[in-house]
């Protein structure tokens, strides 16, 4: 069961099944509510919130001669009311058997907003109503070797059926020595409204893990609904093969012109026109990491962006 859980919680962590809920917004947003760890000697939880404690503290039961770190803590150094969250990046090496190419999981410190339904082998979003232009939350940071936090937010619409992602945010942010401000604002590629969230907050890079860097987080909400705005002219497009290693095709179709790929900070790496409504973007050189591709018209107007993963 316990191995069940952190597959499912990977799959969510890079983008697939959300099933909807009902009840508050980002609940347990200021982590001022705790309940009991979820086996005996396992630190608190915060309610609402998924952590790696439960697959660490199984870890050390099987393994007494060779214990490892917990990674998720109640922390009395808030930004506001009594408590925030601390997660730290730790070694997961052997505990839990969840591989996926690419990507390093011997070092993790990870936790997501949202509940597991154990019957559906899934983590439910957090419901929402409204189209919220920004996920605001505080931080502080200390990454080691120049590490950064992940924050990640993605909104959905279900249909009974199925779900479309419509929107998302994602940044990654150094070392802050004090409670800092961020306001991520959240893409909208379609015109409907969200009826659910995930939250994804990570200690470490997910592409180069680094052990033993630390965030506190607190405080996070949603900032006001925006208006809909015309989508008419976002255009479909596709990327592949996406993780990428020596090379990546961008097929777009309509008033697509060029494509444009950026690293973590927003620097651009690199701009290719399209020809007959493709383009190849050659990303050997490009070290491995997270960047975002945008598709462009004539006039530099954005239609649409994606994450690209450098393997």
């Known amino acids: 069961m316990i191995k069940k859980i952190l597959f499912v919680a990977v799959i969510i962590f890079y983008g697939n099944s959300i099933s909807a809920q009902t009840g508050p917004t980002v609940p347990n947003g200021g982590f001022e509510t705790w309940g009991p760890g979820s086996l005996p000697g396992s630190p608190q939880e915060p309610a609402s919130w998924f952590t790696l404690n ?7 039961f099987q393994n007494p001669g060779s214990q490892k770190s917990f990674s998720t803590f109640k922390s009395t150094i808030p930004f506001e009311g009594s408590f925030a969250i601390k997660v730290e990046s730790v070694n997961m090496k052997d505990a839990y058997p969840v591989t996926i190419p690419g990507i390093t999981r011997d070092t993790a410190g990870i936790i997501l907003c949202g509940s597991i339904d154990f019957q559906a082998g899934n983590i439910k979003g957090f419901p929402v109503s409204k189209r919220y232009s920004a996920l605001d939350f505080h931080y502080m940071y200390n990454g080691v070797n120049q590490d950064s936090a992940f924050v990640s937010v993605i909104m959905y619409k279900h ?12 940044g990654f942010f150094g070392n802050a020595g004090a409670f800092t401000n961020v306001k991520m604002a959240i893409n909208y590629t379609s015109a409907l409204v969200p009826d659910t969230a995930m939250i994804i907050i990570s200690a470490t890079k997910p592409m180069s893990p680094e052990m033993g860097s630390i ?9 006001e609904p925006v208006g809909i705005k015309n989508y008419a002219a976002l255009e479909k497009f596709t990327v592949f093969p996406n993780p990428a290693t020596t090379n990546v095709t961008v097929k777009a179709s309509g008033k697509a012109a060029m494509v444009n790929v950026t690293d973590i900070t927003g620097r651009v790496v690199k701009e290719v026109r399209l020809q007959n409504g493709q383009a190849v973007i050659e ?4 070290p491995s990491s997270i960047y975002i ?7 530099r107007g954005l239609l649409g962006t994606t994450k690209l993963i450098r393997k």
Do not use: H, P, R
């Open 293 to 299: 591709i945008s598709v462009l018209d004539e006039q």
């Open 215 to 223: 965030v506190y987080v607190d405080a996070v909400k949603f900032d």
């Open 54 to 60: 439960q697959f660490i503290y199984a870890y050390n």
């Open 159 to 170: 249909d009974g059926t199925s779900q479309q992602q419509i929107g998302s945010a994602e």
């Open 283 to 286: 990303t050997e050189n490009l």
